[in-house]
T-cell receptor, first 112, second 112 residues
Framework: DAGITQSPRHKVTETGTPVTLRCHQT?????MYWYRQDPGHGLRLIHYSYGVKDTDKGEVSDGYSVSRSKTEDFLLTLESATSSQTSVYFC???????????FGPGTRLLVL | GQQLNQSPQSMFIQEGEDVSMNCTSSSIFNTWLWYKQDPGEGPVLLIA?????ELTSNGRLTAQFGITRKDSFLNISASIPSDVGIYFCAGRDQGGSEKLVFGKGTKLTVNP
């Protein structure tokens, strides 16, 4: 298994509160990704990073921000959580110029 | 955004039967990937395909990169109960993006 951990694994929060999810890798891969997974939509890309301090938006980036200050950590922040952001969030990693992505175990987020 | 058409959406089969599922795209892809996701877990990479016509096996699983480069197939032979899960296809188009496009998944149920 690729060395990817996500924390927390489960979180319940209230609408309007800030939430930060962490992805940590031990593989030294250059690329890191945040996805959300919802019934009927499959996996949708939120943001991704192609290096330290280098990030870009995915298809569902509104309401989310990311930061990557170290190769091994990629943080996803919901500045003011909404009920529509209730979802399962997955982090993934890939090597430079390699198409294969490896996924973390996921974070289940419930926004009340 | 760009999407893959994955079919069937679900399958109910008897243990020992063979299974076939496929993904199609409206554009040409350079890479096709197949993942399996167990309940409460992240997707796990099963097979990666990089060339048109390529046929690759991983145990009882066989996947093919379509000649047109717009489709891919996954076959599972002699299914067993642990094959239960959701199978996702993913691909990278020829535009060179680092981003993958995902199908919505095929949910497989195997009756003992």
């Amino acid at each position: 298994d690729a060395g990817i951990t996500q924390s927390p694994r489960h979180k319940v929060t209230e609408t309007g509160t800030p939430v930060t999810l962490r992805c940590h890798q031990t593989e030294n891969h250059r690329y890191m990704y945040w996805y959300r997974q919802d019934p009927g939509h499959g996996l949708r890309l939120i943001h991704y990073s192609y290096g330290v301090k280098d990030t870009d938006k995915g298809e569902v980036s509104d309401g989310y921000s990311v930061s990557r200050s170290k190769t091994e950590d990629f943080l996803l922040t919901l500045e003011s959580a909404t009920s529509s952001q209730t979802s399962v969030y997955f982090c993934a990693i890939s090597e430079y110029r390699k198409e294969t992505q490896y996924f973390g175990p996921g974070t289940r987020l419930l926004v009340l | 955004g760009q999407q893959l058409n994955q079919s069937p959406q679900s399958m109910f089969i008897q243990e020992g039967e063979d299974v076939s599922m496929n993904c199609t795209s409206s554009s040409i892809f350079n890479t096709w990937l197949w993942y399996k996701q167990d309940p409460g877990e992240g997707p796990v990479l099963l097979i990666a395909l990089y060339k048109a016509g390529e046929l690759t096996s991983n145990g009882r699983l066989t996947a093919q990169f379509g000649i047109t480069r717009k489709d891919s197939f996954l076959n599972i032979s002699a299914s067993i109960p642990s094959d239960v899960g959701i199978y996702f296809c993913a691909g990278r188009d020829q535009g060179g993006s680092e981003k993958l496009v995902f199908g919505k998944g095929t949910k497989l149920t195997v009756n003992p």
